[in-house]
């Protein structure tokens, strides 16, 4: 069972993730992290800058992987997730942009490049936090519903609820690609914490799927129930369908070490 942390605002819990975080780079300046885009954890990066700079932690040895990246867009286009990464991670939290890898979407062979993207995850001794966010169709990174439990990073074609989501990006619709590369659901959970943050209530039903719903390839999110160490943090609307709500205020509430993970 993950832990799951309910708070009434997704900034009370973009704080309180980012504390957490900011906490272990002091600890391990040569961390790892996992980071995903979108809207979900653009919060939670400003309040790790924050962290960061207030506590004057060097952040010059953490190496981070971000989870996905479209294939095709131009290397100068504003939402690959390349340009996101560089505004919302890489130079907010400081970090050196060679020790920052996204998934090469406009490799010549992006079949290649997601090989290769894994190798490079091994190779830097894997993450040791996972920054996720959650699809309202539950996929966790691209791995749509029916993706591989142990599935690898590798190309996959975005559903077309995931490409009307991600169109408020984009100035026209149609310019959002079809396919994309990402870390596979069995490259997720190697990481050896998952912070899976979800709020608003667009994502109550795929988040109750991912926490309490059989674990099952339909919501690639529920395989972080496969996971040993997971942290949840959701705010008030995205929690409403969670029927053990009560159960995990009490379990966060009565924890000896309130403020770790
Ligand atoms: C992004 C990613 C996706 C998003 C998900 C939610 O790198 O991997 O799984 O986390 O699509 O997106 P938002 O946060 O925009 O609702």
Redesign the pocket.
Known sequence: MAEVVLTRTADEASALAAAHVAREIAARPRLVLGV??????EGFYRHLARCLAAEGTDTSGVRAF???EYVGLPADHPES?AAVIDRTVTMPLGLDPAHVHVPDGRAADPFAAAVAYDRAIDAAGGVDIQI?????NG????NEPGSSLGSRTRVKTLAAS?RD??ARFFTDPRDVPVHCI?QGIGTIREARHLILLAFGAD?STALAGAVEGPVSASLPGSAIQLHPHVTVLADEDAAQKLTQAEAYREAWALKPAAQSF
């Not at 996720?132 to 309202?136: F, H, S, Y």
């Open positions: 995903a885009t979108g809207s979900t954890p971000a989870l996905d997730y996720l966010g959650i699809g309202r996929h966790i990174g691209f995931t989501a991600n990402t994502k």
